[in-house]
Nanobody
Framework: QVQLVESGGGLVQPGGSLRLSCAASRSIFRTYAMGWYRQAPGKQRELVAAIRTGGSTSYADSVKGRFTIFRDNGKNTVYLQMNSLNPEDTAVYYC?????????WGQGTQVTVSS
């Protein structure tokens, strides 16, 4: 059974920072590239950032230079460091396998950027 548990979201002012965490089972974490995705109200889910098992990363243009994805192999956890947040970053953030996500998604974590 796929287990992906996201955490770390919250309410933050524009310009602020948050760090999201995604805990995955060891078998998933060691086998697949992982991605952070987000879904804003009324919009389709989109890929924000991805990290491959070898450590290479890629980012959506909208977050380049502001977000950083990294992984802790010892903790089977993928993180998303988000800086310089703006209201357009407001969404529910999910982690999943990249590029072909599992059909089953975690509950996600809500990020709200507002003054």
């Amino acid at each position: 059974q796929v287990q992906l548990v996201e955490s770390g979201g919250g309410l933050v002012q524009p310009g602020g920072s948050l760090r999201l965490s995604c805990a995955a089972s060891r078998s998933i974490f060691r086998t697949y590239a992982m991605g952070w995705y987000r879904q804003a109200p009324g919009k389709q889910r989109e890929l924000v950032a991805a990290i491959r098992t070898g450590g290479s990363t890629s980012y959506a243009d909208s977050v380049k230079g502001r977000f950083t994805i990294f992984r802790d192999n010892g903790k089977n956890t993928v993180y998303l460091q988000m800086n310089s947040l703006n209201p357009e970053d407001t969404a529910v953030y999910y982690c999943n396998k990249f590029p072909d996500a599992f059909a089953s998604w975690g509950q996600g974590t809500q990020v709200t950027v507002s003054s």
